[in-house]
Antibody, heavy 118, light 108 residues
Framework: EVQLVESGGGLVQPGGSLRLSCVAS????????MTWVRQAPGKGLEWVAN????????YYVDSVKGRFTVSRDNAHNSLYLQMKYMGVDDTAVYYCAKYGPTTGPDVWGQGTTVTVSS | DIQMTQSPSTLSASVGDRVTITCRASQSIKTWLAWYQQKPGKAPNLLIYKASSLQIGVPSRFSGSGGETEFTLTISCLQPDDFATYYC??????????FGQGTKVEIK
């Protein structure tokens, strides 16, 4: 069974940092792009970033460029989202998803909640 | 940037109704469009990819159509389990993806 499990969410103060993790199982992790998507409370979905299968290309939404960094460890089937200089607008549930070449994001994790507040 | 405009934002319908949701792209995305269903507190679930391909395991009452800038999600016979929020997403480029604002399907 294809599965993605996020962790690392929590409460962080404005200006602070947090690192999210996503562990994959049930598929060949190193063969696929991966993506991060977030959802602020009561709001819609927002694409955050994509990372190529080998990690050589990474793309971000403008609002997180220079503050967020996506990386992956294919040997450990793991995806990461390092978040710095966080603001209240970064408060959201963060989802990782497997990105199929024709399907786009097709399998999603359960999400991890990040709250930025003083 | 490619903007996705989804309508309506809310839709009231009854069990058995035929329901249609529209998504419009600000420029051509060919058929690089997906539709998701999301229930409260849950992750989105892929229904349709490449505009009209039904994801494995998704009931056949769901269908997608369209291309270039105009897309439609149709639920042919609304079931109680279908009351949820639906999103479209364009994925025409790995460098940028965009979601529609969402359509909440409510019980009439």
């Amino acid at each position: 069974e294809v599965q993605l499990v996020e962790s690392g969410g929590g409460l962080v103060q404005p200006g602070g940092s947090l690192r999210l993790s996503c562990v994959a199982s049930g598929f060949t992790f190193g063969d696929f792009y991966m993506t991060w998507v977030r959802q602020a409370p009561g709001k819609g979905l927002e694409w955050v970033a994509n990372i190529k299968a080998d990690g050589s290309e990474i793309y971000y939404v403008d609002s997180v460029k220079g503050r967020f960094t996506v990386s992956r460890d294919n040997a450990h089937n793991s995806l990461y989202l390092q978040m710095k200089y966080m603001g209240v607008d970064d408060t959201a549930v963060y989802y990782c998803a497997k990105y199929g070449p024709t399907t786009g994001p097709d399998v999603w994790g359960q999400g991890t909640t990040v709250t930025v507040s003083s | 940037d490619i903007q996705m405009t989804q309508s309506p934002s809310t839709l009231s319908a009854s069990v058995g109704d035929r329901v249609t949701i529209t998504c419009r792209a600000s420029q051509s995305i060919k058929t690089w469009l997906a539709w998701y269903q999301q229930k409260p507190g849950k992750a989105p679930n892929l229904l349709i990819y490449k505009a009209s391909s039904l994801q494995i395991g998704v009931p056949s009452r769901f269908s997608g159509s369209g291309g270039e800038t105009e897309f439609t999600l149709t639920i042919s016979c609304l079931q109680p389990d279908d009351f949820a929020t639906y999103y479209c997403q364009q994925y025409s480029s790995y460098s940028l993806s965009t979601f529609g604002q969402g359509t909440k399907v409510e019980i009439k």
